[in-house]
């Protein structure tokens, strides 16, 4: 069935332009036609009235004939009915505008507005044939005929109607396909990064991974080679801490590229972490002095974040240049710690 959303041609603004220009010409068809031409010229003012507007009733619908087809249909063919049943002559509004209501029903309309439209106008036309056509000792086989032509020339308006409804029916199929399609396109690419992750993923925790745990496990034995509290276990403690850090936040990182988007971070460094930073150090066996300069106060995270990065920087500098000096501590463990303001 037809969705009531239907393409450009049925719901754009252009189309809505279109109905309307119709309706109004073909509303002021009608009216000139009946007030000017057709036999009511010569009828009273209220009989022309009411004949506009039965012509107005059954051509203003035809501004929402694609909008709202069950609606514009319904409309004028209650105003044809009332046309059939209260005047004996044909106007030019219900020529022009039934055939119109009765493809639009077809084309766009709802699966029972369709079959609706088909039945009322195959009916109401064959009466119409037989009253509106019919003359004084027409012989029986040409009232038939009337009433036959009648329906079918309003079947064949719904059938080229139908048509065209099988063919917006494809059209909407095509648009879905090439949506759906687009959507797996978009499905494959997710899934191909997500492949080029887990194997980025495997082949760093297969290397670095590797690597790291080798490097810990030889800090570890390299510690229990050499005597308790010498500088020599200092620095392999340093570096089995550092290689397990390292392996931690590796891990952490392989975690994020496996999960992708499903990401938890922890939160960034900033000043405060220097002391933390300041004491790793220190238990390695190298003296740092802390100076604090001026009244601490709140900065940016990412200022925060690369004075720590740069103090960071500085004492892996030291530890890799100077090596460790005994006999000296700060921070926590005791060092001297002078602020200025």
């Not at 290689?243 to 499903?262: C, F, I, K, P, Q």
Request: charged letters at 20%; a neutral charge.
């Amino acid at each position: 069935m037809l969705r009531r959303v239907g393409p450009p041609e049925r719901s754009g603004s252009r189309a809505r332009t279109v109905d309307r220009i119709v309706a109004v010409i073909a509303a002021v068809l009608s009216t000139v036609w009946i007030v000017t031409v057709s036999e009511w010229s010569g009828a009273s003012i209220v009989t022309q009235l009411l004949v506009c507007v039965l012509g107005l009733g059954l051509t203003v619908p035809l501004a929402w004939r694609r909008t709202r087809p069950e609606l514009s249909g319904c409309t004028i063919a209650v105003f044809a009915l009332v046309h059939l049943v209260f005047v004996d002559t044909v106007v030019l509004a219900e020529v022009l505008t039934v055939p119109a209501a009765v493809y639009a029903m077809a084309a766009y309309a709802r699966q029972w507005a369709c079959v609706l439209a088909l039945v009322l106008g195959v009916v109401g036309s064959g009466i119409a044939g037989a009253v509106y056509l019919a003359y004084d000792g027409m012989p029986r086989w040409g009232f038939v005929l009337n009433i036959v032509l009648s329906a079918v020339f309003v079947a064949a308006i719904w059938a080229f109607g139908a048509v065209r409804r099988v063919r917006l029916q494809e059209l909407d199929a095509l648009a879905e396909r090439a949506r759906l399609l687009e959507l797996e396109r978009e499905q494959e690419a997710r899934l191909a990064a997500a492949d080029e992750r887990a194997r980025i993923a495997r082949e760093m925790h297969d290397i670095v991974a590797h690597s790291l745990t080798v490097v810990i496990a030889q800090a570890d034995g390299g510690r229990y080679s050499v005597p308790a509290g010498s500088d020599a276990a200092a620095v392999f403690d340093t570096i089995a801490s550092t290689g397990r850090e390292a392996l931690s936040e590796m891990r952490a990182l392989l975690t994020v590229m496996r999960d992708g988007d499903e990401r938890s971070f922890a939160p960034a460094p900033t000043i405060d972490d220097i002391a933390v930073l300041v004491d790793e150090t220190t238990s390695s066996g190298v003296a740092v002095d802390v100076e604090t300069l001026g009244t601490p106060r709140d900065v940016p995270p990412g200022t925060a974040l690369t004075a720590y990065r740069v103090v960071q920087e500085s004492l892996t500098n030291v530890l890799k240049h100077a090596g460790p000096v005994r006999g000296r501590t700060c921070g926590s463990s005791g060092a001297p710690t002078r602020s200025r303001s």
